[in-house]
């Protein structure tokens, strides 16, 4: 066996890394889905379609059969401009039925939905972000 000379060898670049950023990157990400579909009619005109939710990362909505309007409060959602037929000019979100896809939040808010016109159903998809 050969032994190479100290002058001859070339360094290798080493870089040091913590085994903690390692176990770290490594966690998984689990997301929490929740869905529902809300209905609104005369009786309940207004409702509060999701809470405020802190983990949560994303809200999907869509309506069907009527025209739906988000509103982050309740005040909001009861302003006179969402009773007016065609909804012209609403105090709030316009999620409109004929929307061919759905609405994607990335909210964390209290969001509150009436119509103008009923029944109006919304779906909704819930994406909360669970601890690894």
Same mark, same amino acid.
């Given at each position: 066996?050969?032994?190479?000379?100290?002058?001859?060898?070339?360094?290798?670049?080493?870089?040091?890394?913590?085994?903690?950023?390692? *176990?770290?990157?490594?966690?998984?990400?689990?997301?929490?889905?929740?869905?529902?579909?809300?209905?609104?009619?005369? $009786?309940?005109?207004?409702?509060?379609? %999701?809470?405020?939710? !802190?983990?949560?990362? !994303?809200?999907?909505?869509?309506? %069907?059969?009527?025209?739906?309007? $988000?509103?982050?409060?309740?005040?909001?959602?009861?302003?006179?401009?969402?009773?007016? *037929? #065609?909804?012209?000019?609403?105090?709030?979100? !316009? !999620? *409109?039925? *004929?929307?061919? #896809?759905?609405?994607?939040?990335?909210?964390?808010? $209290?969001?509150?939905?009436?119509?103008?016109? %009923?029944?109006?159903?919304?779906?909704?998809?819930?994406?909360?972000?669970?601890?690894?």
């Amino acid at each position: 066996m050969t032994m190479i000379p100290p002058e001859e060898l070339t360094p290798i670049p080493v870089r040091i890394v913590d085994r903690s950023d390692l *176990a770290a990157s490594a966690k998984k990400i689990h997301r929490d889905v929740t869905y529902r579909t809300i209905v609104l009619s005369a $009786l309940n005109p207004v409702r509060p379609i %999701f809470v405020q939710d !802190l983990s949560r990362a !994303l809200v999907i909505v869509q309506a %069907f059969s009527n025209d739906v309007v $988000l509103c982050e409060t309740q005040s909001k959602a009861e302003d006179a401009a969402n009773a007016v *037929a #065609g909804l012209p000019n609403p105090e709030g979100y !316009l !999620l *409109a039925k *004929a929307n061919a #896809g759905p609405t994607y939040l990335p909210t964390t808010d $209290l969001s509150w939905a009436t119509a103008q016109a %009923f029944p109006a159903m919304i779906s909704i998809c819930l994406i909360n972000k669970v601890p690894g």
